[in-house]
C-alpha cells in the first residue's frame, strides 16, 4: 500500500506541472478569465484527490466516511478522463486521458473499494501456566 501511496502523491505533484506541458499556447491565446480560472481549479481538484489519498490512504481502511470523501474526490478525475478520451484527438491528450483514467481506477479499487474496515482479528484464549487446583 505504500507504492501505491507513493504513486498517488507523484501524481498529485506531477498533474499541475504536466498539464500546461499538455497544452499549447496557440489554442489558449485570447481566452476570456473565467474559463481559464475554472480549468485550473479542476486541476486543483483532480490533484487534491490523489494528494488526498496520499496523505489520508491508510486511515481509510478504518473510517468509512474517509472513504466516501475519497470515491467522490476520485470520480472527478475518472469523469474528466473519460470525457477527454471521448471529445479529444490529439493523441498526447489520450495517452494523458488514458493514464489518468488508468490511475484513478488503481487507486478506488485500492483504497475505496475494499467495502468492509480492517478489523482486528479476535484473540484465543489464554493458555494456562498451573494446573487447577483441585
Sequence with gaps: MIFLRLLSF????VIPMALPLV???VGTRGMPG????G???GMSLVSGSFL?????????????ILRILGGLLL????AASVAVLLTR?????????????AASVLMFISFVFPGFP????PMRKRDRQEPALP
Excluded at 10 to 13: A, H, K, Q, R, S
Excluded at 75 to 78: E, G, K
Excluded at 89 to 101: D, I, P, W, Y
Design 75 to 78: 470520480l472527478l478525475p475518472m
Design 23 to 25: 497544452l499549447s499556447d
Design 118 to 121: 480492517e478489523s482486528q482479528r
Design 39 to 41: 480549468g485550473l481549479f
Design 52 to 64: 488526498y489519498i496520499a496523505l489520508l490512504g491508510s486511515r481509510m481502511r478504518r473510517s468509512i
Design 89 to 101: 484527438t490529439q493523441e498526447e491528450m489520450l495517452v494523458a486521458g488514458g493514464a489518468l483514467l
Design 10 to 13: 507523484l501524481i498529485g505533484i
Design 34 to 37: 473565467w474559463p481559464v480560472l
